[in-house]
Nanobody, 126 residues
Protein backbone atom coordinates (compact mmCIF):
# COMPACT_ATOMS: atom_id res chain seq x y z
CA UNK A 1 0.00 0.00 0.00
CA UNK A 2 1.58 3.25 -1.16
CA UNK A 3 1.19 6.29 1.03
CA UNK A 4 2.40 9.81 0.34
CA UNK A 5 2.47 12.36 3.13
CA UNK A 6 3.23 16.02 2.45
CA UNK A 7 4.45 18.51 5.03
CA UNK A 8 5.98 21.96 5.21
CA UNK A 9 3.14 24.16 4.07
CA UNK A 10 2.19 27.35 5.85
CA UNK A 11 1.55 31.08 5.69
CA UNK A 12 4.38 33.30 4.44
CA UNK A 13 4.86 36.81 3.12
CA UNK A 14 5.62 37.72 -0.47
CA UNK A 15 9.26 37.02 -1.29
CA UNK A 16 9.76 34.48 1.47
CA UNK A 17 10.57 30.79 1.11
CA UNK A 18 9.11 27.43 2.07
CA UNK A 19 10.31 23.86 1.63
CA UNK A 20 7.73 21.16 1.12
CA UNK A 21 8.49 17.53 1.80
CA UNK A 22 6.74 14.38 0.65
CA UNK A 23 7.54 11.08 2.30
CA UNK A 24 6.52 7.90 0.55
CA UNK A 25 6.02 4.48 2.06
CA UNK A 26 5.19 1.14 0.57
CA UNK A 27 7.15 1.69 -2.63
CA UNK A 28 8.18 4.49 -4.93
CA UNK A 29 11.92 4.68 -4.68
CA UNK A 30 12.24 3.76 -8.39
CA UNK A 31 9.39 5.93 -9.65
CA UNK A 32 9.31 9.45 -10.93
CA UNK A 33 7.49 11.91 -8.72
CA UNK A 34 5.89 15.29 -9.08
CA UNK A 35 4.29 18.25 -7.38
CA UNK A 36 0.94 19.67 -8.39
CA UNK A 37 -1.14 22.46 -6.90
CA UNK A 38 -4.75 23.56 -6.83
CA UNK A 39 -5.89 27.08 -6.06
CA UNK A 40 -9.47 27.84 -4.98
CA UNK A 41 -11.83 27.69 -7.94
CA UNK A 42 -9.14 26.43 -10.29
CA UNK A 43 -8.14 23.08 -11.68
CA UNK A 44 -5.16 21.17 -10.36
CA UNK A 45 -2.01 22.11 -12.27
CA UNK A 46 1.46 20.71 -12.71
CA UNK A 47 4.30 22.41 -10.84
CA UNK A 48 7.42 20.26 -11.05
CA UNK A 49 8.60 16.71 -11.69
CA UNK A 50 11.71 14.67 -11.00
CA UNK A 51 12.87 11.36 -12.46
CA UNK A 52 13.52 8.39 -10.24
CA UNK A 53 17.26 8.98 -10.13
CA UNK A 54 16.86 12.71 -9.67
CA UNK A 55 18.86 13.35 -12.83
CA UNK A 56 16.00 14.94 -14.75
CA UNK A 57 13.64 17.68 -13.63
CA UNK A 58 10.92 19.71 -15.30
CA UNK A 59 9.04 22.82 -14.17
CA UNK A 60 5.99 24.86 -14.94
CA UNK A 61 7.20 28.02 -16.67
CA UNK A 62 5.96 30.36 -13.96
CA UNK A 63 8.03 28.66 -11.24
CA UNK A 64 11.28 28.18 -13.15
CA UNK A 65 14.16 29.84 -11.35
CA UNK A 66 12.14 30.09 -8.10
CA UNK A 67 11.25 26.47 -7.28
CA UNK A 68 13.59 23.49 -7.06
CA UNK A 69 12.49 19.87 -6.91
CA UNK A 70 14.81 17.24 -5.49
CA UNK A 71 14.72 13.80 -3.95
CA UNK A 72 16.53 11.69 -1.42
CA UNK A 73 15.88 8.06 -2.28
CA UNK A 74 17.57 6.86 0.90
CA UNK A 75 14.82 8.65 2.80
CA UNK A 76 12.04 7.96 0.28
CA UNK A 77 11.38 11.68 0.26
CA UNK A 78 11.07 14.40 -2.34
CA UNK A 79 11.27 18.11 -1.71
CA UNK A 80 10.05 21.31 -3.28
CA UNK A 81 12.12 24.34 -2.34
CA UNK A 82 10.03 27.41 -3.08
CA UNK A 83 11.78 30.79 -3.09
CA UNK A 84 10.58 34.29 -3.95
CA UNK A 85 7.01 33.25 -3.31
CA UNK A 86 4.19 35.23 -4.88
CA UNK A 87 0.49 35.52 -3.99
CA UNK A 88 -0.35 33.51 -7.12
CA UNK A 89 1.55 30.56 -5.63
CA UNK A 90 -1.17 30.22 -2.99
CA UNK A 91 -2.71 26.76 -3.34
CA UNK A 92 -2.94 23.30 -1.88
CA UNK A 93 0.18 21.47 -3.00
CA UNK A 94 0.07 17.74 -3.72
CA UNK A 95 2.85 15.29 -4.34
CA UNK A 96 2.29 12.37 -6.66
CA UNK A 97 4.01 9.12 -7.59
CA UNK A 98 4.27 8.19 -11.25
CA UNK A 99 2.97 4.85 -12.42
CA UNK A 100 6.18 4.08 -14.33
CA UNK A 101 9.25 2.63 -12.62
CA UNK A 102 12.87 2.85 -13.70
CA UNK A 103 12.23 5.64 -16.16
CA UNK A 104 14.30 8.78 -16.44
CA UNK A 105 11.39 10.55 -18.07
CA UNK A 106 9.55 13.30 -16.24
CA UNK A 107 5.79 13.74 -16.50
CA UNK A 108 3.64 16.86 -16.44
CA UNK A 109 0.32 15.13 -17.02
CA UNK A 110 -1.60 14.13 -13.91
CA UNK A 111 -2.71 11.03 -15.81
CA UNK A 112 0.82 9.62 -15.51
CA UNK A 113 0.59 9.54 -11.72
CA UNK A 114 -0.95 6.66 -9.84
CA UNK A 115 -0.78 7.82 -6.22
CA UNK A 116 -1.43 11.15 -4.56
CA UNK A 117 -0.88 12.68 -1.16
CA UNK A 118 -3.50 14.51 0.85
CA UNK A 119 -2.08 17.96 0.15
CA UNK A 120 -0.55 20.77 2.17
CA UNK A 121 -1.73 24.37 2.15
CA UNK A 122 0.61 27.15 1.05
CA UNK A 123 -0.61 30.71 1.51
CA UNK A 124 1.42 33.70 0.36
CA UNK A 125 0.23 36.97 1.82
CA UNK A 126 0.90 40.36 0.34
Amino acid sequence: QVQLVESGGGLVQVGESLRLSCASSGTGRMNGMGWFRQAPGKEREFVAAVSWTGANTYYKDSVKGRFTISRDNAKNTIYLQMDSLKPEDTAVYYCALAETSYSNNVFASSQRYAYWGQGTQVTVSS
